[in-house]
């Protein structure tokens, strides 16, 4: 899983990671520490951040760091008299566990008494995927027809069912990249690079691209112009995950033909200035991808 994969580099490189805001984590916290609390489910596309949330949830709540990076498919946390069952990625659970577990969450949201919630994460697809091969009994019919509503116009008439469905695929992607420049740009590591002899002679791309990005030194221009190409997309119909829009700024950083994958790293920048390359750098270039 690519949430895992990124906790266990930045433990393994000590690395701070960066915070960016998780547009659904604060109704989150307030619904399942609140004295009526529903069943949850996180959707969106692959790179949304539907894992991140469900780990964020987890640990605010009181959930054991290590017990969740045992990777378990379902989690449990009790949460004052109730019991939170948190299932990062539904698409995890094989047929008959996930038809169990469906089964299960279709008879508590319909039970305003019931002591169990849930917090269900998956893709569009694979949501709808697992309820078609979920028993069909009435209390799974009616959970499939709430959730198809929710997908579709955000909204239900079946209002006794217990169950809230939050889109992390309708989030502002313009306004994201905006949050991911100012968390890259202004990362604590690059003071790393105060005793590097490139940064001091300003011959540094990587450098160059940074200011450039984060509308340093007057350089504010790029980085509005990102924004609106991004929102251009969008309206256009294009969708963004965040994992993509992390992969959109390390390229315009770090892009360059010569770099192992394209990308710079500091040991390749003497080499690539003193062959006069440094403008195969240049972050309209890596905008739009040239290799």
């Known amino acids: 899983m690519y949430d895992e994969s990124i906790q266990r580099a930045l433990k393994r490189h000590r690395i701070k990671p960066i915070v960016l805001p998780a547009q659904f984590m604060q109704a989150l916290l307030e619904n399942f520490s609140g004295a009526d609390p529903v069943t949850q489910i996180i959707t969106g596309t692959a790179g949304d951040g539907k894992t991140y949330h469900c780990r ?110 939050s889109d992390l695929s309708r989030a502002p992607a313009a306004k994201m990249t905006s949050y991911i420049i100012d968390e890259i740009g202004g990362h604590e590591g690059w ?29 504010g221009k790029f980085r509005q112009r990102l924004a609106s190409l991004v929102e251009l997309s969008e309206r256009n119909g294009g969708h963004f995950p965040v994992r993509q829009l992390l992969s959109l700024v390390a390229n315009v950083i770090l892009g360059h033909p010569d770099g192992r994958d394209g990308l710079m790293s ?16 240049s972050v309209y270039r890596n905008v739009s991808a040239r290799t």
């Not at 378990?72 to 990625?89: E, F, H, N, S, Y």
């Not at 690079?193 to 984060?214: S, V």
């Open 56 to 165: 964020e949830v987890w640990s605010a709540l009181g959930g054991d760091e290590a017990t969740w990076n045992k990777g378990t498919k379902v989690q449990t946390l009790a949460v004052g008299q109730r019991t939170l069952v948190i299932v990062k990625d539904l698409s995890e659970l094989r047929d008959e566990e996930s038809a169990e577990l469906i089964a299960g969450v279709a008879r508590d949201v319909t039970q305003p008494s019931s002591n169990t919630v849930y917090l269900l994460a998956a893709n569009h697809g694979q949501l709808l995927e697992k309820l078609k091969a979920a028993p069909d009994t009435p209390e799974v019919r009616r959970l499939s027809d709430v959730v198809e509503d929710l997908l579709v116009t955000g909204g239900t008439d079946d209002r006794e069912v217990r169950l809230n469905l």
């Open 191 to 219: 003071a790393g690079c105060d005793g590097c002899p490139a940064a001091r002679d300003q011959a540094c791309p990587i450098l160059e691209n940074r200011r450039r990005l984060t509308g340093a030194d007057g350089h």
């Open 266 to 281: 500091c040991g390749d920048v003497p080499d690539i200035v003193a062959s006069g390359r440094a403008d195969l750098a």
